[in-house]
Nanobody
Framework: QLQASGGGVVQAGGSLRLSCAAS????????MAWFRQAPGKGREFVAA????????HYHYSVEGRFAISRDNAKSTAYLEMDSLKPEDSALYYC?????????????????????WGQGTLVTVSS
């Protein structure tokens, strides 16, 4: 089970840090990712990180502004979001790729992830 938190309302240019706490005992064996979904739109890939943090990938729209990280000892992943824009407003989901163990390949599609958190809402005002 994944629990996302850290969302809120922030002004454009501000920062937020999202957290994703996992109860999965083998959290450290799996890649994970953040996706987001704005009202009326599909679920969009944001960032992914491999099981051992040696590989990361970002959507071009957040490259240089967002940073994904993880602490396997705490079974927690993070998404540091800086220079936020109104178009970043969405429900943010964390996801765990339990179908692939100890593999540094990263997935950017929702169907590649088997476990999902409940989402945390980010609202960026202009």
């Amino acid at each position: 089970q994944l629990q996302a938190s850290g969302g809120g309302v922030v002004q454009a240019g501000g920062s937020l840090r999202l957290s994703c706490a996992a109860s999965e005992r083998a959290f450290g064996n799996y890649g994970m990712a953040w996706f987001r979904q704005a009202p009326g739109k599909g679920r969009e890939f944001v960032a992914a990180i491999s099981w051992n943090s040696d590989n990361t990938h970002y959507h071009y729209s957040v490259e240089g502004r967002f940073a994904i990280s993880r602490d396997n000892a705490k079974s927690t992943a993070y998404l540091e979001m800086d220079s936020l824009k109104p178009e970043d407003s969405a429900l943010y989901y964390c996801a765990l790729r339990t179908g692939l163990q100890l593999d540094s390949r990263l997935g950017t599609n929702p169907w590649e992830y088997e476990e999902w958190g409940q989402g945390t809402l980010v609202t960026v005002s202009s």
